[in-house]
Structures are given as C-alpha cells and as structure tokens.
C-alpha cells in the first residue's frame, strides 16, 4: 500500500508554482514500510520511495520545487519504474491534506490495490494553478500520467490502469459492474431534498436495500470474496452518503439493512481507503453548497 504526494511542475519553474508549498506528510501509524521480497536471492530490504527527483541527477531532491511532497511507503515492488503522477483536490481545511473527491480516491484506491507508486498533487480548487489547467483544461480531478499522456476521468483512469497492470486483477464481471450504481446519485437527491415527502429518502432507501439483498446472497463484494473495481467506486462514495447525511440529516444506514453495514465497515477498514480517505470536516465542507444551496 502506497501514496506519495507532490506538486504537478514543469521543468521549469514558472510564476504559479511560487503558490504551492513544500511539506512533507509521515505514513498514517498503520502504515508498513516497504518490503520487497527479491525473487531469486530471497533476500528481502526495506525501501521507502521518496517522491520528486530531480530528472537527470542521481540524487532526489525534496525541496528544490516549491511543492508538496507526500511520502508514504509501499507494500509490494512496484511494477513501474516511476511513481505515476496523479492530480487531486487538496484538502480546505487541513493543509497538506487529500480532499473530498470522492472519484479521485477511486483512483487512489486502484492504484493502491494494484501496489504501484504515484505522486499526489495537490490541487487548490479556491485558486487553480496554470500549471493545472495546463493538464487538465476543465479543470477537473482526478487526472493521471501514464506514458507520458494525461488522462482524466475516473471511469478511462481505473479502466487503463486495468489493462496495463492486470496484476493484480481488480476487473468486475461486466452483469455486476452495475451493481449499487444508482446508490450515489440516490443519495445526493435526498441530500439536497428539504421536503421530508419527496420520495427522496425512499428512492435511497430502495436502493440501498436492493444493496443489502445483493449483497446477502453474493457477497462480501460485489464480486463475491474477492474485492473488485465496483467496490473502489462505490466504497467512497458510500463513505461521503454516511458522513455528509450524518452531518446534514441526522441519518444513517438503517439496522434493517445489515450487509450493507457490514460491507461499508469492512471497506472503511481497509488499509488503502484509510489512506486515501477525506477528513470528514472536508466530507462535509465540501458537500455543503448543495445543501445550502
């Protein structure tokens, strides 16, 4: 399990870098250092990737750009020679901080669960750098490098990580890819509904319980035992309905429904989401413009 995070710059330094900072974030405590297992000699070390080389030296250099810089170790050998380089929204309230995309840390996720390194920038979405717009013109996260090409779009991303690093396999069979898909756009119309008999509350509850028996009968996963790419996509989102409904309506996933309960502690719990996670203060600052508005 890895993250790494710094600033998206050119080669050279232009006037919107000056306003990015350089930090630098420790792994949560949970966190295990590097441990790569050499296949012939069975020897193994421990390596920890430090993020922001200075192409062209053979030393790294942290602190020569003005960036953030995000080091957190790996789990398994990376299986590309270079950390990918990932654009996301940072935090509003906690610097230094991953924010509240839910979309993004899908691909934290796949990235995670596939074991390959990355580097996290850190975008501020109050004042978008040129650097940024540069990469992705509308203005969105996440996007990703992948040789030498940025890709924007969480589906497109996860789907190319797929093919290019099938191992190992995060793919969902294509009937129950669409398993759970209509949950979030259920919950953001309750969310933002203030007539208590709309039906949005319903419309949720209906999925969520169309969810649970799914779940009854084919899980832990969508995929049976083993977690897939349906459960990357729907394991943030689900972690935003929890806090911001919470927050905002005082409501949570009913007793009645208790696998998906359990479906959401066990994602919750995962080393790579807890890594990858918003605060919930950004959970809730970021969903609160449809509430109020």
């Not at 890895?2 to 330094?13: D, S």
């Not at 799914?214 to 935003?240: R, T």
Request: overall charge positive; some cysteine; aromatic content about 8%.
């Amino acid at each position: 399990m890895m993250y790494h995070h710094t600033a998206l710059l050119p080669r050279a330094a232009s006037e919107s870098q000056k306003t990015m900072s350089t930090a630098r974030i420790h792994p949560s405590p949970s966190a295990i250092s590097t441990t790569i297992k050499h296949l012939t000699g069975k020897l193994q070390f421990a390596r920890t990737h430090t993020l922001s080389p200075l192409k062209g030296s053979g030393r790294s250099r942290r602190n020569t750009l003005r960036g953030r810089t995000l080091t957190v170790s790996a789990s398994s050998a990376p299986a590309v020679s270079e950390p990918l380089e990932v654009c996301v929204k940072a935090s509003v309230t906690t610097p230094n901080k991953l924010g509240d995309c839910p979309f993004s840390q899908r691909v934290l996720l796949t990235l995670e669960e596939k074991h390959l390194p990355y580097d996290i920038k850190l975008v501020d979405f109050a004042k978008k750098p040129e650097w940024f717009l540069q990469v992705s013109p509308e203005g969105k996260v996440p996007v990703i490098k992948i040789d030498e090409k940025w890709i924007a779009d969480s589906d497109v991303i996860t789907q190319e990580l797929e093919e290019k690093f099938p191992d190992p396999p995060l793919g969902t069979p294509p009937e129950k890819a669409s398993v759970g898909s209509k949950i979030f756009s259920t919950f953001i119309g309750f969310l933002k509904s203030k007539d208590p008999n709309d039906g949005t509350e319903e419309a949720l509850l209906n999925e969520l319980t169309a969810f649970n028996d799914y779940l009854k009968e084919n899980g832990p996963f969508v995929n049976g035992k083993q977690i897939s790419a349906a459960d990357l996509s729907l394991g943030p989102k689900l972690y935003h309905l929890e806090i911001s409904l919470g927050h905002y309506k005082n409501w949570s996933v009913p007793d009645s429904l208790p696998y998906v309960k359990s479906y959401m502690k066990t994602i919750f719990s995962m080393d790579s989401f807890i890594k990858t996670r918003a605060l919930p203060e950004d959970v809730i600052e970021g969903w609160r413009p449809k509430v109020m508005g």
